[in-house]
Antibody, heavy 119, light 106 residues
Framework: QMYLVESGGGVVQPGGSLRLSCAAA????????MHWVRQAPGKGLEWVAA????????AMIDAVKGRFTISRDNVRNTLYLQMDSLKSEDSAVYYC????????????WGQGTMVTVSS | EIVLTQSPDFQSMTPKEKVTITCRAS??????LHWYQQKPHQSPKLLIK???QSFSGVPSRFSGSGSGTDFTLTINGLEAEDAATYFC?????????FGQGTKLEI
């Protein structure tokens, strides 16, 4: 069975940092690109970032460029999102998701981890 | 950035009815349009990929159609368990974007 488990969320002050992790199991992690999607309380889904299977390509929304870094460890089967200079508008549930294929849908999602940026 | 606009934002239905949710893209995305279902306090689940391909395990009452800029998700024979918010997403170009969501009440 394929699954993803996020961790690392919490409460942080504006300007602070957090690193989210997403542990993958049940599939060949090295074969798939991975994504982060967030959802602010009561709001819709917002695609945040993606990384290719071999980590050579990354992409992210303008709102987090220069502050967030997406990476992966294909030995540990783990996806990361390093979040620096956090703002209140970054508060959300962060989901990691596996892509079905390049430039395709996300077929497996984690349960999400909550990030709250507040003083 | 490609903007996806869903309609309606909210729909109240009764069991066994048919509902259609639309998603319009601000520019052509071919068939790179996907549909997700999200129930309260759960993560999204993939229903339809590439506009019309049903994902594994999804009940046959869910179907998708469209190409270019206009897409639809249809649920035939609504069941109480279909109460959820439905999102479309495009993967034609980065950044991948989502529609604002359609909340379906049964």
């Amino acid at each position: 069975q394929m699954y993803l488990v996020e961790s690392g969320g919490g409460v942080v002050q504006p300007g602070g940092s957090l690193r989210l992790s997403c542990a993958a199991a049940g599939f060949r992690f090295t074969n798939y690109g991975m994504h982060w999607v967030r959802q602010a309380p009561g709001k819709g889904l917002e695609w945040v970032a993606a990384i290719s299977d071999n980590a050579k390509s990354q992409a992210m929304i303008d709102a987090v460029k220069g502050r967030f870094t997406i990476s992966r460890d294909n030995v540990r089967n783990t996806l990361y999102l390093q979040m620096d200079s956090l703002k209140s508008e970054d508060s959300a549930v962060y989901y990691c998701a596996k892509e079905y294929g390049p430039f395709d849908a996300c077929d497996i999602w984690g349960q999400g981890t909550m990030v709250t940026v507040s003083s | 950035e490609i903007v996806l606009t869903q309609s309606p934002d909210f729909q109240s239905m009764t069991p066994k009815e048919k509902v259609t949710i639309t998603c319009r893209a601000s520019q052509s995305i071919g068939s790179k349009l996907h549909w997700y279902q999200q129930k309260p306090h759960q993560s999204p689940k993939l229903l339809i990929k590439d506009a019309s391909q049903s994902f594994s395990g999804v009940p046959s009452r869910f179907s998708g159609s469209g190409s270019g800029t206009d897409f639809t998700l249809t649920i035939n024979g609504l069941e109480a368990e279909d109460a959820a918010t439905y999102f479309c997403q495009q993967s034609r170009s980065l950044p991948f974007t989502f529609g604002q969501g359609t909340k379906l009440e049964i």
